[in-house]
């Protein structure tokens, strides 16, 4: 999608602002999803991350990632809810992005059956990846340093399949459902970045 | 939303704002992670004590403190009771209904609710003395070892600069986008995730549209300015250490010392 006549410059100053569209988008508006689960919630940041990658290419799309973090990090940090949740998060947010790009990388109203396979298959990845941050990562971190023991106050196999496993299925088709509107409506904008 | 961040940073010239800002983000890393080894009222105390001392040095109102706990009072809240009603151990206090509260649990909540709160009044310690721009700066300072392996760090400071300066920008935007489509009937706090999903669609466009436009005037007003290369640019403040950054890490040493010798010695 990067194209000769987009300036280094403005793909920089491009991917600097939807790295701030994509900060606030984690702030707000959040959705929980699972009742009893007020830690899992759906954010719509993946959006701006989706356009960096389509309008510029996957590089600018892992750096808007990389930026957006550092972002929550400095201006909105939770203290150990941010340094426990923001890995699974990053993981889950690069694994759904790049299966996006590579499985669909043009996005076009005539194939919708590859838009279809590409939000399954960066859901599945994303869900995978999310299972196993939250078992070798977030599980033991979180009994650790925050007291919070999930395999005895849930118990692990409820955690992931009335947990993790349906929130992130949700969380992916959601995520693609409205990353690929958006991009569509904001198609003709594309121009502007190859005039 | 807007309170949050905007208006985080409160300048000053107090002994904590006068600190070189790799300094500040070089204690705050090295207590983050020596909090995480607290594990008995000891260690709890010692840290508290620090973080008090440094609150005090910043000469700020406590109200500044006490609104950044806010946003996550409620998780808090919600950790604090799980530990209550979750922990097993003995002697068992009292029962409601299925749970016992013990005297663990309680000890517990208490050790949760204290690490949550300094860890997050140690940040809000760093963001409202140090400019978010300054936070830029030493970070591209502190990660300029990695571009012996290639990391573009100017570009990466030079794109959390500009990010930083948009941010407040931006949620100004969005706020008023959703003002602009809740008078229309919008509603983005009700219903399940379809629908909140279709009522941030006509959020999104309009930033999106914005956001090309304002990348694109940024980058001609840049390039007319000479503008080249992120590394090759020169910097208005140069970050320099002081003498009272030399006290500022032999305080930390000294911390860190202290914390190991009562966690060792004085429990165990």
Redesign the interface.
């Known amino acids: 999608m990067s194209t000769a006549t987009t300036t280094r410059t403005q793909k920089l100053t491009l991917i600097a602002i939807l790295s701030a569209i994509s900060f606030g988008l984690m702030l707000f508006p959040q959705v929980p999803i699972i009742p009893g689960a007020s830690f899992l919630k759906l954010d719509f940041s993946i959006v701006p991350i989706i356009i960096a990658g389509y309008w510029i290419d996957i590089s600018a799309a892992m750096w808007t990632v990389v930026l957006r973090t550092l972002l929550k990090l400095i201006l909105a940090n939770e203290g150990v809810n941010t340094y426990l949740g923001l890995p699974v998060n990053l993981v889950a947010v690069v694994v759904f992005s790049v299966i996006m790009l590579w499985v669909m990388p043009y996005v076009s109203s005539k194939n919708i059956g590859r838009s279809l396979l590409a939000i399954l298959l960066a859901t599945i990845g994303m869900t995978g990846s999310a299972v196993i941050m939250n078992w070798f990562v977030a599980v033991p971190l979180y009994a650790q340093f925050a007291n919070f023991n999930i395999a005895k106050i849930i118990g692990l196999s409820r955690y992931f399949i009335a947990m993790v496993l349906p929130f992130n299925l949700i969380q992916g088709i959601v995520w693609g459902g409205v990353s690929l509107i958006v991009l569509s409506i904001v198609k003709p904008l594309q121009n502007k970045l190859t005039s | 939303?807007n309170n949050?961040?905007i208006g985080?940073f409160v300048p000053g010239n107090s002994w904590v704002h006068r600190l070189d800002p790799r300094t500040k983000m070089i204690v705050t890393f090295v207590y983050?992670i020596v909090m995480?080894w607290a594990n008995n009222w000891q260690t709890y105390a010692w840290t508290a004590a620090f973080v008090v001392a440094l609150v005090k040095l910043t000469d700020q109102p406590f109200k500044l403190y006490w609104d950044g706990l806010k946003?996550?009072f409620?998780?808090i809240l919600?950790?604090v009771i799980?530990?209550l009603l979750?922990?097993?151990g003995t002697p068992i206090l009292f029962s409601v209904g299925p749970f016992q509260v013990t005297v663990p649990g309680i000890l517990?909540a208490i050790?949760?609710m204290v690490?949550?709160v300094l860890?997050?009044l140690m940040?809000t310690i760093l963001?409202l003395t140090t400019p978010?721009t300054s936070?830029a700066n030493a970070?591209e300072s502190l990660l300029s070892p990695f571009k012996k392996i290639g990391v573009p760090v100017a570009?990466?400071a030079?794109?959390?600069a500009?990010?930083?300066r948009?941010?407040p920008l931006?949620?100004d935007e969005?706020q008023k986008i959703m003002n602009a489509q809740k008078s229309r009937g919008m509603s983005?706090?009700t219903g399940?995730?379809?629908k909140?999903?279709k009522?941030?669609?006509p959020l999104?466009?309009p930033?999106?549209?914005g956001?090309?436009q304002?990348?694109?005037d940024?980058?001609n007003a840049?390039?007319v300015r000479g503008?080249k290369d992120?590394v090759q640019r020169t910097k208005y403040r140069i970050l320099s250490y002081q003498k009272i950054d030399k006290v500022a890490f032999t305080a930390l040493i000294g911390f860190v010392i202290i914390f190991f010798v009562i966690k060792t010695w004085l429990h165990g």
Do not use: C, D, H, K
Request: charge should be positive; aromatic fraction near 14%; avoid cysteine.
């Open positions: 939303m949050i961040m985080r983050i995480l946003p996550i409620w998780l919600f950790t799980l530990q979750f922990t097993p517990n050790y949760v690490r949550f860890i997050i940040s963001t978010p936070i970070l570009e990466l030079l794109m959390l500009i990010a930083l948009f941010v931006l949620m969005m983005f706090s399940g995730p379809i909140r999903a009522a941030i669609i999104l466009i930033l999106f549209i956001a090309l304002r990348a694109l940024l980058a840049m390039e503008f992120a």
